[in-house]
């Protein structure tokens, strides 16, 4: 862990400049909000029903009343929850491949199926939490992006 969170805060990561990439998109869903959806893991975890009403009124395909009545937004929270989705056989086996350095299994992508908010407490110290802190209020500070 020490030497994944030293090389993300150095910005080496195989998924390149994470905050700049949360800063890019973040200004332009501000810019055009009709064309960008910006969404925080904390907001899709607390009310992923109300996630899933924001997402279809950006692809501005509305629910019809039937729908609405019949809870096609719940069906669609049950579908994509965790158990759901890591029963599925494709999600059993395979992967991703990585680049030439193999291949990604498709069980990274999913880790306890729990929500937890403040999770980072149990895998970083406290040292790396303030450090992580002050990297995020300094590559944040003055956008108006917070996490």
């Not at 501005?60 to 009343?65: D, F, G, K, S």
């Not at 049950?78 to 056989?89: D, I």
């Not at 937890?116 to 590559?139: P, T, Y």
Request: overall charge negative; glycine content about 8%; some cysteine.
């Amino acid at each position: 862990m020490d030497g994944s969170f030293s090389m993300f805060c150095e910005r080496f990561s195989p998924y390149g400049p994470f905050w700049d990439h949360c800063l890019e998109y973040w200004r332009e869903s501000v810019a055009r909000p009709d064309s960008v959806l910006f969404l925080k893991y904390e907001e899709i975890m607390s009310d992923l029903a109300q996630v899933v009403r924001k997402l279809v009124k950006f692809l501005r395909v509305p629910p019809t009343e039937e729908e609405e009545s019949s809870g096609v937004a719940q069906e669609v929270v049950r579908l994509c929850s965790f158990e759901t989705l890591t029963s599925l056989q494709v999600n059993q086996v395979g992967g991703i491949r990585h680049g030439d350095s193999g291949s990604i299994g498709s069980s990274a992508f999913y880790r306890k199926g729990e929500v937890q908010v403040g999770d980072w407490a149990n895998h970083m110290s406290h040292e790396m939490g303030d450090k992580f802190n002050r990297i995020v209020q300094h590559k944040l500070e003055g956008s108006g992006l917070v996490f």
